[in-house]
């Protein structure tokens, strides 16, 4: 793995009454969600494989947000640990490129987990904010690069 786009989900509906997982986006998210889209497509950033957590929120933002490629719905991605993601990426690093749809605080610790080998150290992901890392060895705790972290305009 050469590249590795961290998007949490957009903007989702309360909960109130709900099962989590079938929460579904807002308005406000679904716009959310096609900036973070046309931001990948404006500066022609492709990806080889997706993976989704399968709650209804993700699954909406990657549909909105990633057209490239079928996802892959990967039920360890929701409510998971940094361990649990690094885990799955592990998984998949013979792909190119990867884009990891999911949940916080499991995305925002990742990213912390990967560039600075920690997951206790992090600053926060807002909904259908992306992390964009880069890895010129191996995918190892500490060593990917934030090239880009980008957020979507209120």
């Not at 679904?30 to 022609?44: F, I, M, N, Q, V």
């Not at 916080?104 to 150290?121: H, K, M, T, W, Y």
């Amino acid at each position: 793995m050469r590249e590795l786009i961290l998007l949490r989900h957009a903007e989702a509906e309360p909960g109130e009454g709900k099962d989590d997982r079938e929460r579904r986006l807002t308005e406000h998210g679904k716009h959310e969600a096609r900036a973070a889209g046309e931001w990948l497509s404006s500066h022609h950033i492709t990806y080889d494989r997706i993976l989704c957590s399968p709650s209804e929120r993700t699954k909406e933002t990657a549909a909105l947000a990633l057209g490239q490629v079928e996802p892959s719905y990967e039920p360890a991605i929701y409510d998971a640990t940094p361990g649990d993601l690094f885990d799955l990426l592990d998984q998949h690093k013979d792909a190119e490129r990867v884009v990891l749809v999911g949940h916080n605080p499991g995305i925002e610790q990742l990213v912390a987990f990967l560039v600075e080998g920690r997951s206790e150290d992090y600053r926060g992901m807002p909904p259908a904010g992306m992390a964009r890392l880069r890895f010129d060895g191996s995918l190892e705790p500490g060593k990917a690069k934030l090239e880009t972290f980008w957020s979507p305009p209120n």
